[in-house]
């Protein structure tokens, strides 16, 4: 069934600046979370132009600045690591304020609490280390949510899992062939940790957001399988 209300965008924190596109009756909603040093503004341009049917887009990013004149944005992290080997800023740097701030003020107390969703209608998009920042927030809600996809994130080493049963909310990996997921051992902590993991590996090295049919045909064949429609379903009907 469709939520009982739609959110707005003063519903949800400031530090999150999200950007909302309504699809006519929704009964989904996707969290788009962008990468390391992007913004929320910048990144709903992918949202709209994917034109989701039936379901509410809302870009987030990063609740905390970069700091100038290191580089212009925003991240997830909860503090800046610069990876020694490369010298570039590492996005592993920990995840438990973004999480925390997504699942309690995001999902549960607008989308579910606040609008009705259910959490089966929820689902994460990230690119980069908006792609950690979803696999985190998956690994800490709990319940289902309708899935992840992650391009060129890996799960951080903060969530893997260490006993205990695995999370049921199915996850798609997008990569490049020589990109941050394309290692077995990126991919195994992500299997580890949940039970449905699905890896597609581009034929591009890098890991940068799908350009052409061949690359998004991947993505789309998920959000087709895990979004919920009401196409055909009589009005009034009760979900049992």
């Not at 040093?37 to 379901?55: C, V």
């Not at 792609?131 to 391009?151: H, N, P, Q, R």
Request: aromatic share 6%; net charge neutral; proline share 9%.
């Amino acid at each position: 069934m469709p939520p009982s209300k739609l959110p707005k965008s003063s519903d949800f924190p400031p530090s999150l600046h999200a950007v909302l596109h309504n699809a006519p009756k929704p009964t989904n909603a996707v969290l788009f979370l962008p990468g390391l040093g992007d913004t929320s503004q910048n990144f709903s341009s992918f949202a709209r132009a994917l034109n989701l049917p039936e379901t509410l887009c809302i870009t987030l990013q990063g609740p905390t600045p970069l700091p100038l004149p290191l580089l212009e944005g925003f991240h997830w992290g909860d503090d800046l690591l610069v990876d020694q080997s490369s010298g570039d800023l590492d996005p592993d740097s920990g995840f438990s304020k973004s999480t925390q701030l997504v699942t309690q003020e995001v999902i549960e107390n607008v989308l579910l609490s606040k609008c009705g969703f259910k959490p089966r209608e929820i689902m994460l998009f990230g690119f980069g280390q908006g792609g950690m920042a979803t696999l985190a927030i998956a690994k800490a809600y709990e319940g289902e949510l309708a899935g992840v996809i992650s391009v060129g994130g890996r799960i951080p080493s903060s969530s893997m899992l260490v006993n205990g049963p695995k999370i049921k909310t199915p996850v798609l990996f997008l990569g490049g062939s020589k990109g941050s997921i394309a290692s077995e051992d990126a991919v195994k902590g992500t299997r580890e940790t949940f039970e449905h993991v699905e890896h597609h590996r581009w034929k591009k090295a890098d890991d940068s957001m799908p350009k052409n049919r061949e690359e998004a045909l991947p993505m789309m064949h998920f959000f087709a399988r895990r979004l919920r429609s009401q196409k055909g379903v009589p009005e009034g009907s009760v979900e049992l």
